[in-house]
């Protein structure tokens, strides 16, 4: 591959030469890489006769020119070579002039002392030193592709050297990256039973009419739900088919693109078909906000209700919804039917709502549930947004096995109702037991550890009114509960 590197100023003195040579070149011989240096003529020769110069008394050595990576998906890496004494350029901007092309996988590896900025995104960037002029010498700027190009025409970039962010002097590229066919404008859409509709335009650049487009995936995969599509009437050489379709499979939800080989074909007599291009296009999948469902489908979800699970050893009791997401909000709340507060819990609707219990009994427990869409917004108006669906259940876990205990001697509780003090007595002399009180909510409010004692005495003046249960836990014997009903 042959490559022609132009200096502005050396451009002036040699436009005869480089430049119509370069331009020729292009018109004669598309796959070469070539570029294409402009100026006004009259300019160059009110220049000359001014400053009255030969041809060999300037010599200009920095350049910017471009290295082949892979031709045929247009890819190449932009290099420089900066002599000093051409001016004291500190910074380079590269820029894509072609209207219907862009950069793409752009990657630079640059060691320290560059300040690197998008000042167009895929279209225009810039490279500065942090302090001082560019490197002398040979340089690898940056790695990129050409994408989006729609015709065979050439692409041109611009490439300015700059001192201090003022462009002093300007190189014009012009490559060619020629593909059998373009596939642009294109756009993928989310479909509403979770599938994907890929939606693009088709320009056959072959020099063969071809009449089927056939799609091949990586290995593996099968996301693509019909293979080929039959173009009717053929695509003759040069024509554009607009409004093409294929539907991808929910799966692809999975990936961020997918890259696919899309094969045109010419359709012979018979079973016969001969392949005329084949080029590697990659389709971008979205991402989509499927919260916000038909509102019947909301309210099958929250119908369904939810399940739990008893942990007797810890004490326990886990819920789970059985049909919500994480595009649903649930407020829990949960209440022992005997009496007490309740307890709830904000989360989103995979999330499990653990609720750790003190006593055994019936529990109302309910789930109301907001459906919001990605953005936070709610996917219904306020007043449907949201569902509540309540059930009781009953906390018991069995017993399997109790060991033998002798039982606590008798207890008298009084003075019950009490209001300022509450006395425990035992008939006879009880050693080393723990008395727990509990309010009817389960909330632990006193707790002591006797060694021996016959009579307790609490003070419960500072108590709300209300229903206690007092727990007595000797080393040696079953657990007793005592109801104490305070008054006010």
Same mark, same amino acid.
């Given at each position: 591959?042959?490559?022609?590197?132009?200096?502005?100023?050396?451009?002036?003195?040699?436009?005869?030469?480089?430049?119509?040579?370069?331009?020729?070149?292009?018109?004669?011989?598309?796959?070469?890489?070539?570029?294409?240096?402009?100026?006004?003529?009259?300019?160059?020769?009110?220049?000359?006769?001014?400053?009255?110069?030969?041809?060999?008394?300037?010599?200009?050595?920095?350049?910017?020119?471009?290295?082949?990576?892979?031709?045929?998906?247009?890819?190449?890496?932009?290099?420089?070579?900066?002599?000093?004494?051409?001016?004291?350029?500190?910074?380079?901007?590269?820029?894509?002039?072609?209207?219907?092309?862009?950069?793409?996988?752009?990657?630079?590896?640059?060691?320290?002392?560059?300040?690197?900025?998008?000042?167009?995104?895929?279209?225009?960037?810039?490279?500065?030193?942090?302090?001082?002029?560019?490197?002398?010498?040979?340089?690898?700027?940056?790695?990129?592709?050409?994408?989006?190009?729609?015709?065979?025409?050439?692409?041109?970039?611009?490439?300015?050297?700059?001192?201090?962010?003022?462009?002093?002097?300007?190189?014009?590229?012009?490559?060619?990256?020629?593909?059998?066919?373009?596939?642009?404008?294109?756009?993928?859409?989310?479909?509403?039973?979770?599938?994907?509709?890929?939606?693009?335009?088709?320009?056959?650049?072959?020099?063969?009419?071809?009449?089927?487009?056939?799609?091949?995936?990586?290995?593996?995969?099968?996301?693509?739900?019909?293979?080929?599509?039959?173009?009717?009437?053929?695509?003759?050489?040069? %024509? /554009?088919?607009?409004? &093409?379709?294929?539907? +991808?499979?929910? @799966? #692809?939800?999975?990936? !961020?693109?997918?890259?696919?080989?899309?094969?045109?074909?010419?359709?012979?007599?018979?079973?016969?078909?001969?392949?005329?291009?084949?080029?590697?296009?990659?389709?971008?999948?979205?991402?989509?906000?499927?919260?916000?469902?038909?509102?019947?489908?909301?309210?099958?979800?929250?119908?369904?209700?939810?399940?739990?699970?008893?942990?007797?050893?810890?004490?326990?009791?886990?819920?789970?919804?059985?049909?919500?997401?994480?595009?649903?909000?649930?407020?829990?709340?949960?209440?022992?039917?005997?009496?007490?507060?309740?307890?709830?819990?904000?989360?989103?609707?995979?999330?499990?709502?653990?609720?750790?219990?003190?006593?055994?009994?019936?529990?109302?427990?309910?789930?109301? %549930? /907001?459906?919001?869409? &990605?953005?936070?917004? +709610?996917?219904? @108006? #306020?007043?449907?947004? !949201?569902?509540?669906?309540?059930?009781?259940?009953?906390?018991?876990?069995?017993?399997?096995?109790?060991?033998?205990?002798?039982?606590?001697?008798?207890?008298?509780?009084?003075?019950?109702?009490?209001?300022?003090?509450?006395?425990?007595?035992?008939?006879?002399?009880?050693?080393?037991?723990?008395?727990?009180?509990?309010?009817?909510?389960?909330?632990?409010?006193?707790?002591?550890?006797?060694?021996?004692?016959?009579?307790?005495?609490?003070?419960?003046?500072?108590?709300?009114?209300?229903?206690?249960?007092?727990?007595?836990?000797?080393?040696?014997?079953?657990?007793?509960?005592?109801?104490?009903?305070?008054?006010?």
């Amino acid at each position: 591959m042959r490559q022609r590197k132009c200096h502005p100023l050396i451009i002036l003195l040699l436009f005869m030469q480089v430049c119509l040579y370069g331009k020729e070149e292009l018109t004669s011989n598309v796959v070469n890489l070539s570029f294409l240096c402009l100026l006004n003529f009259g300019s160059l020769v009110n220049m000359l006769l001014s400053l009255k110069l030969k041809l060999t008394t300037l010599e200009l050595t920095s350049t910017a020119y471009l290295s082949e990576v892979d031709s045929a998906a247009c890819c190449y890496t932009l290099s420089f070579n900066y002599d000093p004494a051409d001016g004291p350029y500190n910074g380079i901007e590269v820029s894509v002039i072609s209207l219907d092309a862009q950069f793409s996988a752009i990657n630079y590896d640059l060691s320290g002392g560059w300040l690197h900025s998008i000042p167009e995104p895929h279209r225009r960037l810039r490279w500065l030193r942090a302090s001082g002029n560019l490197p002398t010498g040979g340089y690898a700027l940056f790695d990129f592709c050409i994408d989006e190009w729609t015709s065979n025409q050439p692409i041109r970039m611009a490439v300015n050297w700059l001192n201090n962010n003022t462009i002093s002097a300007t190189d014009t590229l012009e490559l060619v990256c020629q593909k059998c066919s373009a596939i642009w404008p294109d756009s993928t859409t989310c479909m509403p039973d979770s599938s994907y509709l890929y939606t693009f335009n088709y320009t056959n650049n072959s020099p063969f009419t071809v009449n089927r487009l056939r799609f091949r995936e990586s290995p593996g995969e099968d996301l693509v739900v019909e293979d080929e599509i039959v173009l009717a009437p053929p695509l003759l050489p040069g %024509v /554009t088919a607009g409004g &093409l379709s294929i539907q +991808l499979r929910p @799966d #692809a939800a999975a990936l !961020t693109s997918l890259c696919l080989e899309f094969t045109a074909s010419r359709l012979l007599d018979g079973d016969i078909a001969l392949d005329c291009c084949t080029v590697t296009h990659c389709i971008e999948i979205p991402v989509c906000d499927r919260c916000c469902t038909e509102y019947t489908d909301f309210e099958a979800d929250v119908a369904q209700r939810f399940t739990y699970k008893l942990d007797c050893t810890g004490q326990s009791a886990t819920f789970t919804a059985d049909a919500l997401s994480e595009c649903d909000e649930v407020f829990w709340r949960i209440r022992m039917l005997s009496g007490g507060p309740t307890v709830g819990s904000f989360l989103p609707g995979d999330a499990p709502f653990i609720y750790n219990y003190t006593m055994e009994g019936d529990y109302r427990v309910c789930m109301r %549930v /907001t459906r919001y869409d &990605l953005e936070g917004n +709610l996917c219904y @108006d #306020a007043d449907l947004a !949201t569902l509540e669906v309540c059930d009781t259940i009953l906390i018991d876990c069995p017993v399997t096995y109790v060991a033998p205990v002798a039982a606590i001697p008798q207890i008298a509780l009084w003075p019950n109702p009490a209001r300022d003090w509450v006395e425990l007595q035992f008939i006879e002399q009880v050693t080393n037991f723990c008395y727990a009180v509990y309010t009817s909510g389960g909330v632990l409010i006193d707790r002591q550890w006797i060694k021996t004692s016959s009579r307790i005495r609490l003070d419960i003046r500072q108590w709300p009114a209300g229903v206690y249960f007092i727990l007595l836990q000797p080393y040696d014997a079953q657990i007793e509960v005592l109801r104490l009903m305070v008054l006010r």
